[in-house]
């Protein structure tokens, strides 16, 4: 019968601790080093803070003999004046200095017989000093410091200071002695004491003397504040404690690991049976690539036996021979320790189908930590490969409709558009070669339009009969046809030798319909025999819709753009027509408005306008005396003199042909010229009064050009004027009547015409 006590994996045996030498003496060493090591760490951090103290001290004392010189220097300065013509002077300065240094208890003149003459900021008699004394007592923190001042070789006295040691030394105490506290003595006495001095600890203190007078025994003493050694002190215990702690769990773990092990074993044989059961492959290779381990629904996914796998190679039994080497780095990586914690594999199984398996990975190691293998568990992941599989190409399907679409809107040449239409269904459907056929409604055939993929120019010259053979047939009947192997005579179709020389086999044609309106056929050929397949159907009808649609917008937007083209020039003809009108009204003006337009046209082109804006500056030019037709014959051919009257009236005329245009919408660009030709560049001109840049550029250089055309025309009351006359005029109203850049552009063209 068992012991009760031994069913208790975990029950504490002492026997088993005395068999087990070795945990014994690895327990003593613990407690060693739990007590050795705090105890040094706490003389270490003695040391340390003696050098603290030694550091703070010597601080301290440089610190105060740097602040007493920069006094020194400070009270010195009185010595550089004449205390007998500068006295107002020299107590301002005095009295500055015990005000900006609070360490100086005061300051004093003495003259040659030691009577002090000033002091700040005592006041009160008069007091006689002994010849033989050298400082004065003001209290036993005080330093006193004589100064002799000298004018020329001459001695007057002296300037006499006294500075508080203890406001001297009481600054660097928060800067230096954080954590200390100190004492300072002159001759043996102390002068000054910290606020946190108490009893010191005398192994740890720090003397240094202070170099201020030569006479004047002055040391500082440093100590560390109880609480500082107190740290120390606790810091140890803390140590003590944590190391005594930890080897406890160190003994423990020792202890417990023994125990463990034992348990170890007997759940490595718990988890075989698991996986044995679990819905996951599991296998188990050694550095070699041999499997030592599969479990039973490893068998079941692949359908080999555990007798035909165990021993042989993992990568020559599971992987395609294309593959193998890739899966054989794979495995030497292993016995390098750079094993991926996660891969997916494909293996082939028995009947030869290929199933994803998505593994998670462990290198196994031996007891000394060597690498003698690695394990992986695995989970088929095939159906889920397969549906991404489906989705990407849904994705890459609408990704190709959307690229279709945006080559559609862009509105290119309908050639542009269906090269890019058939070089993405190429791509997606894994064609080598595409066309599409256009419906031709005056020869009733369809006619090669575009095509992609072909070796030879032969598709090009394809015109086929509506109706006729598999093509014809297929736009006659608005319906999809397909082919299997193109080479078969009974097939019906009519461009073998084209098929033959191209290495065709398989062929789909599918009609192009908008509106049930036949505008073609789309064309799809394979050179390898393919598997029918409802996605690859889907996809060529919804392309050939779009093609249809393209087609359709290509060929309203043809037509759109012909009646536009006709309507302008409807319009260019209409405004030429009534160019020529009123030239043929005033026969002395006859096809002066051409030659002004053209003139004007070459001006605004170099001076930078667009080709928009010059189709609106000629029809203005054409146009720009068409407010004329508003003034009255006997005024505007009239041979006399024309009066204020007249002059009001024809003044009218470009107002006239503002009212006459604006109403025209297409017109209204135009009006710059036609209103305001007559402006000038002094705002002299009508019938605005406008000036400079308000005028616009197409207006200011019209008007150079036509007065430029008008001086040399003939009138009936004057001949026209020579060439040279009439520019020398234009240079003279140059700034006044037109712009100077406008004159110096035109200037520049009738130089080059000439």
């Not at 406008?690 to 040399?712: G, H, Q, S, T, Y």
Request: charged share 25%; hydrophobic share 40%; net charge negative.
């Amino acid at each position: 019968m068992r012991n009760k006590q031994s069913d208790k994996p975990f029950s504490f045996n002492l026997h088993y601790l005395t068999k087990d030498a070795f945990l014994i003496i690895l327990v003593c060493l613990f407690l060693f080093l739990s007590i050795f090591i705090p105890v040094t760490q706490k003389l270490q951090n003695t040391v340390q803070l003696g050098l603290k103290t030694e550091t703070a001290a010597i601080s301290v004392v440089r610190a105060a003999e740097i602040r007493y010189q920069a006094l020194s220097s400070s009270i010195n300065r009185l010595t550089y004046l004449d205390y007998s013509s500068e006295r107002t002077l020299w107590l301002g300065d005095a009295q500055f200095l015990n005000t900006s240094f609070k360490e100086i208890a005061f300051l004093a003149w003495v003259d040659q017989n030691f009577f002090i003459k000033d002091i700040v900021p005592i006041e009160g008699n008069e007091i006689r000093l002994h010849k033989n004394a050298n400082t004065v007592q003001v209290g036993k923190s005080s330093i006193t410091q004589w100064f002799s001042v000298l004018k020329g070789n001459a001695f007057q006295g002296f300037v006499l200071s006294s500075i508080n040691f203890a406001k001297l030394i009481q600054p660097f105490e928060d800067t230096y002695l954080e954590g200390f506290m100190i004492q300072a003595k002159k001759n043996g006495e102390v002068i000054y004491n910290s606020s946190n001095w108490e009893e010191p600890n005398i192994k740890l203190m720090a003397t240094q003397r202070l170099s201020l007078q030569k006479n004047a025994d002055i040391s500082v003493t440093c100590s560390p504040t109880k609480a500082s050694i107190q740290a120390i002190q606790n810091i140890f215990y803390g140590e003590i404690a944590i190391a005594l702690m930890l080897s406890l769990l160190a003994s423990l773990t020792v202890f417990f690991a023994q125990k463990f092990y034992s348990l170890s074993k007997m759940n490595e044989s718990r988890y075989r049976n698991l996986l044995d059961d679990a819905n996951l492959l599991a296998i188990i290779l050694n550095t070699k690539g041999e499997i030592t381990y599969c479990n039973d629904f490893f068998l079941s996914a692949t359908g080999w036996s555990r007798d035909a796998i165990l021993g042989t190679d993992f990568c020559q039994r599971f992987f395609a021979s294309d593959t193998r080497q890739e899966h054989q780095r794979f495995l030497e990586s292993v016995t390098q320790g750079e094993i991926p914690n996660q891969t997916e594999l494909s293996l082939i199984t028995y009947s030869g189908e290929t199933r994803w398996i998505h593994c998670n990975n462990t290198l196994q190691r031996d007891e000394k930590g060597n690498i003698i293998g690695f394990s992986a568990l695995g989970e088929d992941i095939t159906e889920q490969k397969k549906s991404a599989e489906s989705l990407s190409k849904q994705y890459e399907f609408l990704k190709t409709l959307f690229h279709i679409d945006q080559a559609i809107t862009a509105r290119d040449h309908i050639s542009k558009t269906l090269g890019y239409i058939l070089d993405q269904i190429n791509l997606q459907l894994g064609a080598d070669a595409s066309s599409v056929l256009l419906f031709n409604a005056d020869t009733q055939s369809l006619e090669y339009a575009e095509g992609k993929g072909f070796k030879s120019l032969e598709i090009q010259r394809t015109c086929i009969p509506l109706g006729v053979g598999l093509v014809g047939k297929a736009a006659l009947e608005k319906t999809a046809n397909s082919i299997c192997n193109l080479q078969d005579p009974k097939t019906g179709y009519s461009r073998k030798e084209m098929a033959m020389a191209e290495g065709f086999n398989w062929y789909h044609v599918e009609p192009l319909l908008v509106k049930d309106k036949v505008n073609g056929v789309l064309e799809v050929f394979f050179k390898e025999n393919i598997k029918p397949d409802d996605n690859r159907y889907s996809l060529i009808k919804t392309i050939a819709q779009q093609i249809a649609i393209a087609i359709d917008n290509s060929t309203l937007f043809t037509d759109l753009e012909k009646s536009n083209q006709k309507l302008i020039m409807s319009y260019e003809s209409t405004i030429e027509g009534w160019s020529r009108a009123l030239d043929l009204r005033d026969k002395d003006t006859e096809n002066h408005s051409f030659r002004v337009t053209e003139m004007t046209m070459r001006l605004c082109g170099l001076s930078g306008m667009s080709k928009d804006e010059l189709i609106n500056v000629r029809r203005g030019a054409l146009l720009h005396d068409i407010g004329k037709m508003g003034i009255p014959d006997s005024i505007l051919f009239k041979k006399e003199k024309l009066s204020d009257s007249d002059w009001e009236a024809i003044r009218k005329h470009p107002q006239f042909a503002y009212d006459l245009l604006y109403p025209i919408e297409y017109l209204r660009p135009a009006l710059d010229i036609p209103y305001c030709h007559h402006e000038k560049w002094d705002g002299s001109g009508y019938p605005r009064g406008l000036k400079e840049k308000e005028i616009p550029l197409a207006a200011r250089l019209f008007a150079v050009v036509d007065v430029w055309d008008a001086l040399l025309s003939d009138r009936p009351y004057r001949k026209g004027w020579p060439r040279a006359k009439v520019v020398e005029e234009i240079k003279r109203l140059s700034g006044s009547h037109f712009d100077p850049e406008a004159v110096k552009l035109f200037i520049s063209v009738i130089d080059e015409m000439e």
